[in-house]
Protein backbone atom coordinates (compact mmCIF):
# COMPACT_ATOMS: atom_id res chain seq x y z
CA UNK A 1 0.00 0.00 0.00
CA UNK A 2 1.26 3.48 -0.92
CA UNK A 3 1.96 5.40 2.26
CA UNK A 4 -0.20 8.31 2.88
CA UNK A 5 2.12 10.75 3.49
CA UNK A 6 4.23 9.92 0.41
CA UNK A 7 1.26 10.31 -1.19
CA UNK A 8 0.47 13.88 -0.02
CA UNK A 9 3.76 15.19 -0.70
CA UNK A 10 3.79 13.81 -4.46
CA UNK A 11 0.37 15.28 -4.70
CA UNK A 12 1.78 18.36 -3.34
CA UNK A 13 4.87 18.49 -5.73
CA UNK A 14 2.45 17.69 -8.66
CA UNK A 15 0.32 20.74 -7.48
CA UNK A 16 3.91 23.00 -7.52
CA UNK A 17 5.12 21.75 -11.04
CA UNK A 18 1.49 22.71 -12.30
CA UNK A 19 1.49 26.10 -11.09
CA UNK A 20 5.04 26.55 -11.94
CA UNK A 21 4.92 25.17 -15.32
CA UNK A 22 1.61 27.12 -16.08
CA UNK A 23 3.74 30.64 -14.72
CA UNK A 24 6.51 29.73 -16.93
CA UNK A 25 4.28 29.05 -20.25
CA UNK A 26 2.72 32.57 -19.25
CA UNK A 27 5.42 34.65 -18.64
CA UNK A 28 7.50 33.98 -21.07
CA UNK A 29 4.58 34.10 -23.69
CA UNK A 30 3.54 37.85 -22.76
CA UNK A 31 6.57 38.84 -20.11
CA UNK A 32 6.77 38.42 -16.20
CA UNK A 33 5.37 42.08 -15.65
CA UNK A 34 2.21 41.58 -17.94
CA UNK A 35 0.76 38.61 -16.20
CA UNK A 36 -1.04 38.66 -12.99
CA UNK A 37 -0.76 36.20 -10.03
CA UNK A 38 -4.82 35.87 -10.71
CA UNK A 39 -3.77 35.04 -14.19
CA UNK A 40 -1.69 32.15 -13.44
CA UNK A 41 -3.97 30.50 -10.31
CA UNK A 42 -7.14 30.76 -13.09
CA UNK A 43 -4.43 28.91 -15.94
CA UNK A 44 -3.67 26.61 -13.65
CA UNK A 45 -7.14 25.90 -12.07
CA UNK A 46 -6.25 26.44 -8.40
CA UNK A 47 -7.42 29.23 -5.98
CA UNK A 48 -4.99 32.18 -5.85
CA UNK A 49 -4.32 31.08 -1.92
CA UNK A 50 -2.75 28.09 -3.17
CA UNK A 51 -0.62 29.90 -4.97
CA UNK A 52 0.93 31.85 -2.46
CA UNK A 53 0.97 28.70 -0.35
CA UNK A 54 3.84 27.14 -2.39
CA UNK A 55 5.54 30.28 -3.94
CA UNK A 56 5.85 33.28 -1.32
CA UNK A 57 5.90 36.20 -3.98
CA UNK A 58 5.24 36.28 -7.67
CA UNK A 59 9.24 36.36 -8.28
CA UNK A 60 9.45 32.90 -6.97
CA UNK A 61 7.12 31.68 -9.26
CA UNK A 62 10.77 31.97 -11.58
CA UNK A 63 13.06 31.37 -9.24
CA UNK A 64 11.70 28.84 -6.87
CA UNK A 65 14.60 26.08 -7.69
CA UNK A 66 17.52 28.29 -6.69
CA UNK A 67 16.53 26.70 -2.96
CA UNK A 68 18.54 23.67 -4.10
CA UNK A 69 21.06 25.43 -5.80
CA UNK A 70 22.35 27.12 -2.46
CA UNK A 71 21.69 24.23 -0.51
CA UNK A 72 23.84 22.00 -3.48
CA UNK A 73 26.45 24.63 -3.82
CA UNK A 74 27.08 24.94 0.31
CA UNK A 75 27.17 21.09 0.69
CA UNK A 76 29.88 20.55 -2.14
CA UNK A 77 32.07 22.99 -0.42
CA UNK A 78 31.31 21.62 3.02
CA UNK A 79 31.90 18.01 1.74
CA UNK A 80 34.93 18.67 -0.45
CA UNK A 81 37.67 15.81 -0.25
CA UNK A 82 40.65 17.04 2.28
CA UNK A 83 42.87 18.82 1.01
CA UNK A 84 40.58 20.43 -1.69
CA UNK A 85 40.41 24.42 -1.42
CA UNK A 86 37.01 26.41 -1.00
CA UNK A 87 37.88 28.54 -4.26
CA UNK A 88 38.02 24.23 -5.71
CA UNK A 89 35.32 22.98 -4.55
CA UNK A 90 33.53 26.18 -5.56
CA UNK A 91 34.75 26.16 -8.89
CA UNK A 92 34.06 22.44 -9.99
CA UNK A 93 30.27 23.15 -8.80
CA UNK A 94 29.64 26.33 -11.13
CA UNK A 95 31.72 24.42 -13.48
CA UNK A 96 29.88 21.45 -13.21
CA UNK A 97 26.63 21.50 -16.57
CA UNK A 98 23.23 21.75 -15.26
CA UNK A 99 19.86 23.04 -16.45
CA UNK A 100 20.46 25.09 -19.91
CA UNK A 101 24.13 24.29 -20.04
CA UNK A 102 23.28 20.34 -20.20
CA UNK A 103 20.26 20.14 -22.39
CA UNK A 104 20.52 19.22 -26.18
CA UNK A 105 17.23 18.56 -27.03
CA UNK A 106 16.39 21.81 -29.36
CA UNK A 107 12.83 22.55 -28.05
CA UNK A 108 14.02 22.37 -24.40
CA UNK A 109 16.77 24.80 -25.22
CA UNK A 110 14.56 27.18 -26.99
CA UNK A 111 12.36 27.17 -23.87
CA UNK A 112 14.47 27.80 -22.00
CA UNK A 113 16.22 30.77 -23.77
CA UNK A 114 12.70 32.50 -23.86
CA UNK A 115 12.59 31.82 -19.96
CA UNK A 116 16.23 33.77 -20.00
CA UNK A 117 14.81 36.80 -22.16
CA UNK A 118 11.99 37.17 -20.05
CA UNK A 119 14.04 37.17 -17.02
CA UNK A 120 16.38 40.19 -18.23
CA UNK A 121 13.56 42.08 -19.50
CA UNK A 122 11.81 42.14 -16.05
CA UNK A 123 13.31 44.81 -13.32
CA UNK A 124 11.16 43.23 -11.04
CA UNK A 125 12.91 39.69 -11.61
CA UNK A 126 16.67 41.30 -11.51
CA UNK A 127 15.88 42.82 -8.29
CA UNK A 128 14.72 39.57 -6.83
CA UNK A 129 17.40 38.02 -8.45
CA UNK A 130 20.05 40.14 -6.62
CA UNK A 131 18.52 39.79 -2.96
CA UNK A 132 18.76 36.10 -3.61
CA UNK A 133 22.58 36.28 -4.45
CA UNK A 134 23.32 38.39 -1.43
CA UNK A 135 21.75 35.71 0.50
CA UNK A 136 24.03 33.32 -1.37
CA UNK A 137 26.54 35.00 -0.38
CA UNK A 138 25.84 35.72 3.15
CA UNK A 139 25.45 31.62 3.53
CA UNK A 140 28.99 31.01 1.95
CA UNK A 141 30.43 33.67 4.00
CA UNK A 142 29.09 32.14 7.22
CA UNK A 143 30.13 28.87 5.98
CA UNK A 144 34.12 30.47 4.99
CA UNK A 145 33.84 31.78 8.86
CA UNK A 146 33.21 28.18 10.03
CA UNK A 147 35.70 26.32 8.37
CA UNK A 148 38.53 28.75 8.57
CA UNK A 149 37.80 29.46 12.41
CA UNK A 150 37.92 33.01 11.24
CA UNK A 151 38.07 35.60 14.90
CA UNK A 152 34.64 36.93 14.98
CA UNK A 153 33.87 40.68 12.82
CA UNK A 154 36.79 39.22 10.51
CA UNK A 155 36.44 40.69 6.84
CA UNK A 156 38.01 37.82 5.18
CA UNK A 157 35.15 35.52 4.80
CA UNK A 158 32.77 37.93 3.22
CA UNK A 159 35.86 38.88 0.78
CA UNK A 160 35.96 35.28 0.01
CA UNK A 161 32.41 34.70 0.01
CA UNK A 162 32.20 38.13 -2.54
CA UNK A 163 34.67 37.29 -5.02
CA UNK A 164 33.23 33.62 -5.27
CA UNK A 165 29.61 34.81 -5.68
CA UNK A 166 31.29 37.77 -8.50
CA UNK A 167 32.07 35.09 -10.46
CA UNK A 168 28.97 33.23 -10.09
CA UNK A 169 26.91 36.28 -11.29
CA UNK A 170 29.21 36.95 -13.78
CA UNK A 171 29.01 33.34 -15.55
CA UNK A 172 25.28 34.02 -15.04
CA UNK A 173 25.31 37.58 -16.96
CA UNK A 174 27.76 35.89 -19.42
CA UNK A 175 25.33 33.10 -20.18
CA UNK A 176 22.54 35.35 -20.67
CA UNK A 177 23.62 37.99 -23.39
CA UNK A 178 25.41 34.92 -25.67
CA UNK A 179 21.27 33.24 -25.29
CA UNK A 180 20.05 36.33 -26.19
CA UNK A 181 22.58 37.25 -28.98
CA UNK A 182 21.89 33.21 -29.96
CA UNK A 183 24.29 31.19 -29.14
CA UNK A 184 23.56 27.72 -28.22
CA UNK A 185 25.02 24.68 -27.00
CA UNK A 186 27.73 22.85 -27.50
CA UNK A 187 29.41 26.18 -27.96
CA UNK A 188 27.76 27.85 -25.43
CA UNK A 189 28.15 25.31 -22.25
CA UNK A 190 32.10 25.71 -24.11
CA UNK A 191 32.04 29.22 -24.01
CA UNK A 192 31.27 29.48 -20.31
CA UNK A 193 33.40 26.93 -19.06
CA UNK A 194 36.16 28.90 -20.67
CA UNK A 195 35.20 32.17 -18.88
CA UNK A 196 34.85 30.42 -15.54
CA UNK A 197 38.33 29.04 -15.91
CA UNK A 198 39.81 32.18 -16.02
CA UNK A 199 37.96 33.94 -13.54
CA UNK A 200 38.72 30.92 -10.96
CA UNK A 201 42.16 31.14 -12.05
CA UNK A 202 42.42 35.18 -11.24
CA UNK A 203 41.43 34.09 -7.74
CA UNK A 204 43.58 31.62 -7.11
CA UNK A 205 46.26 33.09 -8.35
CA UNK A 206 45.74 36.73 -6.49
CA UNK A 207 44.93 40.16 -7.61
CA UNK A 208 48.30 41.55 -6.56
CA UNK A 209 49.54 42.28 -9.95
CA UNK A 210 46.56 43.08 -11.42
CA UNK A 211 46.57 46.06 -13.92
CA UNK A 212 49.83 46.94 -12.93
Given at each position: MTHPQGLRERKKQQTRDLIAETARSLFTERGFDAVTVDEVAREADVSRKTVFNYFPTKEDLVYWRLETFESELLTAIDERAPGESITGAFGR????????????????VERLAALTRMIVESPALLARERQIFERYTASLAK?????????????????????????HRALVDFTRERIVAGMRNPQLAREVRRQGRRALALLEHGLGRLGA
Open positions: FVLERRGLLAQQDPGALIAEQTRARPGAVEPWVAANALMGV
